[in-house]
């Protein structure tokens, strides 16, 4: 699978959107884009992926750019429980490789 | 469905012990995944099965790492002998793996692995 680049880590207060960034500059038209997070003590768990357009759920949206070269996982309103690692892999469905590497993620730090 | 089970949740033994940590995935899924986490490393891959074949086990430190899945709703990672650098939080993941599909990885909760 293709690598991806994420900040290590990111500030929000509670309540604001928040946007988590992720680069995949060598995505292939095979990639999926997935969206993990690991809450503290706790398994990764996952919250959402896309293919090219931009998908929304009821945990989150992702925005994925027209060259998909990077997207953007969006937290419309942050609370505490938010506070966690948050993954960008890529998943490649394509020739029986699907291999999933994490990174290091980006830790999101919700402040009251 | 219960999702990916793992146990022991918590293992705490001496060095030169032999441990085995034990998963079952989510019915239907047919690949299942090994990680280990620490904090120097993060997430690391140790081996992937695929219809209860390991595929790639590249990312095993060292011989004294072995994973089986002897059927699609079992999996055991050993450690014999082990070792205190071995300490770390084990995570068994599984997947329904398809050729058009996204294929999602469900996490079990972890076994955290403690080796004095």
């Known amino acids: 699978d293709a690598k991806t680049t994420q900040p290590n880590s990111m500030e929000s207060n509670e309540e604001e959107p928040v946007h988590l960034p992720c680069n995949h500059s060598?995505?292939?038209?095979?990639?999926?884009i997935h969206w993990y997070r690991q809450l503290p003590s706790q398994g990764p768990e996952y919250v959402i992926h896309g293919l090219t357009s931009n998908v929304n759920n009821r945990m989150a949206s992702l925005a994925i750019a027209e060259d998909r070269k990077s997207s953007t996982l969006i937290l419309h309103r942050a609370t505490l429980r938010d506070a966690a690692v948050y993954y960008c892999?890529?998943?490649?469905?394509?020739?029986?490789?699907?291999?999933?590497?994490f990174g290091r993620g980006t830790s999101l730090i919700v402040h009251p | 469905d219960a999702g990916v089970i793992q146990s022991p949740r918590h293992e705490v033994t001496e060095m030169g012990q032999e441990v085995t940590l034990r998963c079952k995935p989510i019915?239907?899924?047919?690949?299942l995944f090994w990680y280990r986490q620490t904090m120097m490393r993060g997430l690391e891959l140790l081996i992937y099965?695929?219809?209860?074949?390991?595929?790639?086990d590249s990312g095993m430190p060292e011989d004294r790492f072995s994973a089986k899945m002897p059927n699609a709703s079992f999996s055991t990672l050993k450690i014999q002998p082990s070792e205190p650098r071995d300490s770390a939080v084990y995570f068994c993941a599984s997947s329904l793996v398809q050729g058009s599909g996204a294929n999602v990885l469900t996490f079990g909760a972890g076994s955290r692995l403690t080796v004095l």
């Open positions: 099965f695929n219809n209860n074949v390991p595929i790639d």
């Open positions: 892999i890529l998943r490649d469905v394509s020739g029986g490789s699907y291999i999933p590497t």
């Open positions: 060598t995505i292939s038209g095979t990639d999926y």
């Open positions: 019915s239907g899924h047919n690949s």
